[in-house]
């Protein structure tokens, strides 16, 4: 009832708020990151668990208040992805601005494959869509496969539309043919800062250990692709802002696994950067360190997980 409910919810808005007029969606989306905020569900106590680790010194009055920025950025998100396919090329065109996206098409001319890899941060499909728009080339990422089913072919079909391969995280095919794009001197876009597989790599984040996922730093390693961290951002304009960092490099020693463990690191301490800026436009409602998460087999000492409400 719970999957069927949420399939029902995310319809909802693809037919509802996509066909408002943009600030009255803007203004409905406001309306309800702030509903929930003040019900205080396990969703935004998570969020405000994880901000309290990226600003350290906040007061809870601060914690509050980032929590609430958070959640209407978040909602933002939903709003911009639900009008999303109703943008015509050239709105897609000026919604977004990335600074150094030479260092992208650079590579590109060389003929290297490029990975970006990005956090939970601003819009990651408004970036991708103008990526696909802009470059005319195509862009190939990986999807969480959500239940029930219907709703995960939502996002595909959607992500899709806008000019997107979209190949799923489960079934064991996807690094065989993100490798194949990137040889063939694709891109790649890549969420990056939360592991969901059982082979991710443990990393220092804001101080305390978690897992990143290693597709990025192993793809890059295999196919001589450029791996880019890339950070995004709100500000008060309805321009999605973003930035470019220096492509992490291959360690030219050590093991594929230490290599790995080193370009992992180097993503992680890029995004802690970003995230430390504009914390609220990071949207982590899911616990993410370590000492949250339920020990794996033959681990010890974590906490029991809570309900993932999000």
């Not at 809870?60 to 015509?88: C, T």
């Not at 992500?159 to 040889?183: D, K, Q, Y």
């Not at 876009?189 to 597989?197: C, E, G, Q, T």
């Not at 409602?285 to 809570?306: I, K, M, S, V």
Request: contains cysteine; positive net charge.
């Amino acid at each position: 009832m719970k999957q069927r409910l949420s399939d029902a919810l995310y319809g909802l808005g693809w037919a509802t708020v996509k066909r408002m007029p943009e600030p009255a969606a803007m203004a409905l989306g406001r309306r309800v990151a702030d509903t929930v905020w003040r019900r205080r569900g396990p969703a935004v106590r998570r969020l405000e668990a994880n901000y309290a680790r990226v600003v350290p010194d906040a007061s809870p009055q601060r914690l509050r208040e980032l929590s609430r920025e958070g959640m209407r950025s978040y909602l933002r998100y939903w709003i911009e992805s639900f009008r999303l396919p109703v943008w015509g090329e050239q709105r897609i065109k000026d919604c977004f601005y990335v600074a150094d996206f030479d260092l992208v098409t650079d590579t590109l001319k060389e003929g290297r494959g490029v990975v970006l890899a990005l956090p939970h941060c601003g819009n990651w499909d408004v970036a991708g869509a103008w990526l696909v728009t802009e470059l005319r080339i195509p862009l190939t990422t990986v999807a969480e496969r959500l239940k029930p089913e219907t709703l995960y072919d939502r996002f595909v079909a959607f992500r899709e539309g806008l000019g997107m391969e979209v190949v799923p995280h489960t079934g064991g095919s996807a690094f065989g043919i993100l490798s194949r794009r990137l040889r063939k001197g694709g891109v790649v876009a890549l969420v990056a800062d939360r592991d969901l597989s059982a082979s991710g790599v443990e990393v220092e984040f804001f101080g305390e250990p978690t897992r990143m996922p290693a597709g990025p730093a192993l793809l890059a390693q295999q196919t001589g692709a450029a791996l880019f961290p890339v950070e995004l951002w709100y500000d008060e304009t309805k321009v999605i802002k973003g930035r470019v960092h220096p492509a992490v490099d291959v360690p030219e020693q050590g093991t594929r696994a230490e290599r790995t463990a080193v370009m992992t690191q180097a993503l992680a301490d890029s995004f802690a950067a970003g995230i430390a800026r504009r914390p609220h436009d990071w949207h982590m409602l899911q616990r993410l360190w370590l000492a949250d998460l339920e020990p794996r087999p033959g681990e010890a000492g974590a906490a029991q997980r809570e309900d993932r409400a999000a």
